[in-house]
C-alpha cells in the first residue's frame, strides 16, 4: 500500500479548526488508498512563546530544560491532530518523537537524527490508523528528550518518509510552494516549479525558512521527492527532487538577517592559528560563514566570519579565552548586518553573475562589507537596513520575477524518482559505517592546479570597486572563480579571487590601472596555486568539517590561504607545491566517510 507523509507547520494548526482542516486532508490522503503517517509542529507561535518565558529567567537556560519545554508544544498538536481525526470517525494514534523511535545525539536544542525504528509505526499504520508523530523532537541514548532546532519539524518529516519509504513527503505550510525568494520580502517572488535538492540545500542555509535545511540533506542523501504546498488550497506546490526547474545561472536568492559579524583583530599569521579559532567555534557546535582573511601589516591578519544572532553571545564567550591564547589583538563584532545570497546551479558555467549582482548592489548607492563565492553562490554582506533594498536590486537584476526561457518538463506524479525500498526495508536505518542518518557523507575529494590568486589590498571600502574590478575583469574574457572581500578596515578592504593561470598576465595589466586608481599597493599575487575540494552533502551544516578540514592541513605545516564554502563543497587554496600532499592528507582524514 501507498505510503504518505504529510507535514503542517504551526500557522497550518494554529487552532482547532485548523487541526480539523489538517485532519480532513489526511483524510483525503486515506481515502484515496495510502497509509498516512502526519508530521505535525506546535500550534502558532507556540515555541516562540515557550521560548519567551525560559528567557523572563534566564538568558541562558540549561539545553537540556529548554528541549524538555519546547517538546512540549508539539505534545498538544498531536493529542488534538489524533483527537480531531477521531471526531471525524477515523482511527489514529498519536506518538512523541521517542515513541516513534527517533534516535538522537545528545546536543540538545540542536540535535541531530541518529536513527529511526520504524516498527510501532508500521504496526499502527497496519492496523489501520493515522499515525501523527510529533516533529521536531526525539530521545538521546539517555533517555532525555531533544529537539532538533528551530524549524526542525521538516527534518522530521523527511526523516521519517526516508525511514518509511514513503512514495512522497508533502510539507503543507502557509506558502503555496517556494519562490524565487522569500514572497512575503519581496511580492515580485515567483513561484518556481521544481527545485533541484542541492540548490535548495543553499537556499535554506542562506536564509530561504521554508524549509529547515537540514531536512534537505535528508531528502538528497534518501532520494525523498518533498512537495512544498499550501495547507488552505489544493494547487499544486513545488517539487524538490534531483533535477533543476532551468539551466538559469541564476534560479533563487535569499536574505538571512539574523546573523552577526565577528573580527578577531590583529591574529598572527602562522600555520594553525585560523585552525585554532575554528576548532574552538565548531567543538561548540556554532555554525560560521563568511570566513574571509585580510592580510595586514607586520604579519597579522584580519579573520572575520558570521554566526547566528542566537550564538554571538557563547561565540564572544569563547573569544574572549582565545584572544590571549593565540595572541592576537581584540574582537570587534557588528550585529546590524544582513546577508544576501544568490544561488544557482549553471553560475559557474555561465559565468559573468558576480559582476552583475555587485553592479546591481553598487547602483543603490549600497557598499558591500564582505564578499565569499561557492561554485553555487555568492553572498554579500551589507548593513541591515539595506539588506531589503539590496535582495530587491539582485532579484530584479538576475530577472527572477520572469518565467526562465527554457522551463524543463516538470516530472509527472508518476514519475516522481521514488525512494530506494531496499534501505527503507531494513526497518530501523542504522548505516554500519555511519554513526547516524545525518552524519557527513563525502563524495569526492580532489585538487585543481589549474588556477593563479590575486589580491588588491588596500582598495576603498565604497560602493562599486568591486563591481568595476570584475566588470574590467570579464571585459578581458576571464572567467573569475572564487571571490573573497575581506571586512574593510579604516575605509579600506582587500579583495582576492582565483583566475586559470592562462589569464593571469592578461588580468595583472588590467588590475594594476585599478590599483593605481585606487592607490592600492597591489596587485599581489601567485602565479599557481592548488585548490583542494572536499564535495558531499550538508557540508557546511556539519561545522566540524571546515575545522577538520583546516587542522587536518595545518598539522602538517601547511597555511590555508582562500576558503570558499557551500553545502555541497568546500574548497581551500593553497601553495602549489602542498596540492599533492594536502590531497593525500584529506584522503585519508576523511576515508571513514567517504561514500
Ligand atoms: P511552517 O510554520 O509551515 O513551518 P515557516 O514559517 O517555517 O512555515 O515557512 C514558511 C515561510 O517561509 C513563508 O511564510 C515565507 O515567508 C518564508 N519563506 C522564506 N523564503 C521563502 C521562499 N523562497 N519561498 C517561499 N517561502 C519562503
Ligand atoms: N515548533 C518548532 C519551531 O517553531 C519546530 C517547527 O515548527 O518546525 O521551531
Ligand atoms: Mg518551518
Known sequence: MPLIVQKFGGTSVADTQMILGAARKAIRAAQAGNQVVVVVSAMGKTTDHLVALAREL?????????????????????????????????????MTGAQIGIKTDNYHTKARIKSISTDRMKKALDDGNIVIAAGFQGIDDDGDITTLGRGGSDTSAVALAAALGADECEIYTDVDGVYTTDPRLLPEAR??????????????????????????????????????????????????????????AVSGAAITKNEARLTMVGVPDR??????????????????????????????????????????????????????????????????VAKVSVVGLEMEQQGGVAKKMFRA????????????????????????????ATLR?????????????????????????????????????????????EEILIEAISLNQTEAQITMPNVPDAPGIA????????????VVDMIVQSCGRNGRASITFTIPRKS????????????????????????????LSV??????????????????????????????????NIAVTVDESNGEKGLALLKQEFSGEMM
Open 393 to 437: 536590486a539582485v532579484h530584479n537584476a538576475f530577472g527572477l520575477d520572469k518565467e526562465p526561457k527554457k522551463i524543463k518538463s516538470r516530472p509527472k506524479q508518476s514519475k516522481v524518482p521514488k525512494l530506494d525500498r531496499s534501505i527503507a526495508e531494513t526497518g530501523a536505518i542504522d548505516f554500519s559505517r555511519l554513526s547516524g542518518m
Open 58 to 94: 534566564t538568558e541562558r537556560p540549561a539545553g537540556r530544560e529548554m528541549d524538555m519545554l519546547l517538546a512540549s508544544g508539539e505534545q498538544i498538536t498531536i493529542a488534538l491532530m489524533a483527537i480531531a481525526l477521531e471526531s471525524l470517525g477515523y482511527k489514529a494514534v498519536s
Open 504 to 531: 593571469l598576465s592578461k588580468t595583472l595589466e588590467i588590475v594594476q590601472k585599478l590599483a593605481k586608481k585606487w592607490k592600492s599597493d597591489g596587485p599581489l599575487h601567485i602565479p599557481a596555486i592548488s585548490m
Open 535 to 568: 564535495r558531499g552533502t550538508g557540508l557546511r551544516s556539519h561545522t566540524d568539517l571546515a575545522y577538520r578540514m583546516f587542522k587536518t592541513l595545518a598539522d602538517s605545516g601547511i597555511n590555508v590561504n582562500v576558503i570558499s564554502t557551500s553545502e555541497r
Open 271 to 336: 600555520p594553525g592559528v585560523a585552525m585554532f579559532l575554528f576548532s574552538k567555534i565548531a567543538e561548540a557546535k556554532i555554525p560560521t560563514d563568511m570566513i574571509v582573511q585580510n592580510v595586514g601589516q607586520d604579519n597579522r591578519a584580519d579573520i572575520s566570519f558570521t554566526v547566528p544572532d542566537t550564538d554571538l553571545v557563547p561565540t564572544l564567550e569563547l573569544l574572549q579565552l582565545v584572544v590571549p591564547e593565540i595572541g592576537a589583538e581584540t574582537v570587534e563584532w557588528q550585529e546590524n
Open 361 to 388: 548592489i553598487s547602483q543603490k548607492g549600497i557598499n558591500i562589507d564582505i564578499i565569499t563565492t561557492s561554485e553555487i553562490k555568492i553572498s554579500a554582506l551589507v548593513a541591515r537596513d539595506d539588506g531589503l
Open 467 to 478: 563591481a568595476e574590478m570584475f566588470e574590467k575583469i570579464a571585459l578581458g574574457d576571464v
Open 191 to 248: 513561484k518556481v516549479v521544481q527545485v533541484s535538492y542541492d540548490e535548495m540545500l543553499e537556499l535554506t542555509s542562506l536564509g530561504a525558512g521554508v524549509m529547515h535545511n537540514r531536512s534537505i540533506e535528508f531528502a538528497k542523501k534518501f532520494g525523498v521527492a518533498v512537495h512544498v504546498r499550501s495547507s488552505f488550497s489544493d494547487t499544486l506546490g513545488t517539487l524538490i527532487i534531483e533535477t533543476p526547474e532551468s539551466d538559469t
